[in-house]
């Protein structure tokens, strides 16, 4: 069984090696999470062993307040959108509350976004300021095999 596994696990490397144009090295930044009330979700993770990083800040590109909170090892986003207008809106009614998307750092952001179009990440909203992150710049993904993923340019704390 083990032997076997092990086999397993070399094709699948194999595979993935195959697989791979070019490497990013991209460290994770935060995990955003979609939920409905800003307040209950950020105590909720309080709770948890979290602190809040700041007050909750009000964006308006994208209709949503947006709350970071950190535990000393991750950092997690909270996304509350407001209304139907907002484009988290849609995304939870959808799927509910919960994790949606890992955000990666990237030192150059214009090289990462090359890497991952051509590994066939569609790119659903272009670079742009993000107030919550202190105006540092982010871009948003879909990748077939991951769901969605956010770029924000290093530089922050
Ligand atoms: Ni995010």
Not at 30 to 38: A, E, P, S
Not at 60 to 75: C, M, P, Q, T, W
Not at 118 to 129: I, T
Request: proline share 3%; glycine share 10%; charged share 30%.
């Amino acid at each position: 069984m083990r032997f076997f596994y092990t086999a397993l696990q070399a094709g699948r490397l194999q595979f993935i090696e195959k697989k791979i144009k070019r490497r990013c090295d991209l460290r994770i930044d935060h995990i955003g999470y979609l939920v409905k009330n800003i307040d209950r979700a950020a105590a909720d993770f309080v709770s948890l062993g979290y602190a809040p990083r700041g007050e909750a800040q009000y964006d308006e590109a994208r209709h949503a307040d947006i709350a970071f909170l950190d535990n000393g090892a991750y950092v997690v986003e909270l996304v509350a959108p407001r209304g139907e207008s907002s484009v988290a809106w849609k995304l939870l009614k959808r799927n509910g509350v919960g994790p949606y998307h890992i955000c990666y750092e990237a030192s150059d952001m214009d090289e990462a976004d090359r890497t991952l179009r051509e590994q066939g990440y569609v790119r659903m909203l272009d670079k742009q300021p993000a107030p919550a992150l202190g105006g540092r710049a982010v871009a948003f993904y879909t990748g077939r095999n991951m769901g969605m993923i956010e770029l924000v340019e290093a530089g922050g704390e």
